[in-house]
């Protein structure tokens, strides 16, 4: 299992050159262009502007994906076709998913254009998260919001309402029985967003029930010490569930003692495992 603790290196290209942006707390009037390629993942890009950096491509042109605490900032940019391309900031002190990628680069964050997320969530960061989720997975994929507590439902429900990709799932994601009727069918990546003492069982559970075979996970954690201690404990208990941890990112200095897991579920033999390039 790979560890990532170092800086994210400049691995991109940047073909925007000089550029200038006016940039308000809700949106930036359209600049040129300042995005760099080729992206760092699929749906992911790095914008090169004063408030720039992680951005996804708005899937709604036009609305604000959230309302109220989220809004965000809203960059405009002309590409080499002329068209206005809107780019929504994606700010890693409120996404672990964003942390992980900012400042260490996973080898792959297994979502991307057309998946399908199952995504568990405690409330903080989870709004934020998700939106960013459903602008990588497009029009073609889906994203499934379980959130146990009534703190986000009517920012949930409002972004869900401008957003067709996004289902949200007032349920509590340790009886993941209750919503086989909203999930139609096995989804590709689950992202266990829980900081709970029983968040693995919550993660198995869930995977179970809706993760396919040779599909994802992403497992949020939380080290009381040493996030690579506490990732070495969390690879071994997952591992006598087919759940094996491909890549441990220290998600410092964005969430402190917190680390994110990133792992592929088969239900294969384990000479099948061999496949994956699985221990």
């Not at 262009?33 to 749906?43: A, E, R, S, T």
């Not at 809706?210 to 954690?221: A, I, M, R, T």
């Not at 964005?254 to 088969?266: E, I, S």
Request: aromatic content about 10%.
């Amino acid at each position: 299992m790979a560890r990532s603790g170092h800086h994210l290196s400049g691995t991109v290209t940047n073909l925007a050159g000089p550029m200038e942006a006016t940039i308000t707390r809700k949106r930036t009037v359209w600049s040129p262009k300042i995005v760099d390629y080729p992206p760092l993942y699929q749906g992911v890009f790095v914008l090169r502007c004063e408030e720039g950096g992680l951005c996804t491509r708005n899937l709604i042109p036009g609305k604000a994906a959230l309302k109220g605490r989220y809004n965000g900032y809203i960059v405009y940019v002309r590409d080499a076709d002329e068209i206005i391309i809107e780019y929504r900031p994606w700010d890693a002190f409120r996404s672990p998913l964003a942390a992980a990628i900012a400042d260490n680069k996973p080898d792959d964050i297994f979502i991307r254009p057309g998946c399908r997320v199952l995504y568990l969530g405690d409330g903080k960061g989870a709004l934020a998260t998700v939106s960013h989720i459903s602008d990588i997975v497009g029009t073609s994929g889906a994203v499934y919001e379980v959130e146990s507590g009534p703190k986000n439902v009517v920012e949930m429900v409002n972004m869900a309402a401008r957003r067709a990709n996004v289902t949200p799932i007032l349920e509590d994601a340790r009886d993941p029985e209750k919503y086989r009727t909203a999930i139609d069918e096995k989804v590709d990546v689950v992202y266990c967003d829980i900081a709970e003492d029983d968040q693995v069982t919550i993660l198995l559970e869930n995977v179970k029930f809706y993760l396919k075979d040779g599909g994802n996970f992403l497992l949020k954690y939380e080290a009381n010490s040493s996030w690579e201690d506490r990732g070495a404990e969390l690879y071994s208990v997952l591992k006598n569930e087919r759940l094996y941890a491909t890549e441990d990112v220290c998600l410092d200095p964005y969430f402190l003692n917190t680390g994110l897991l990133f792992g592929v579920y088969t239900v294969a033999s384990s000479i099948e495992s061999l496949r994956y390039g699985l221990p």
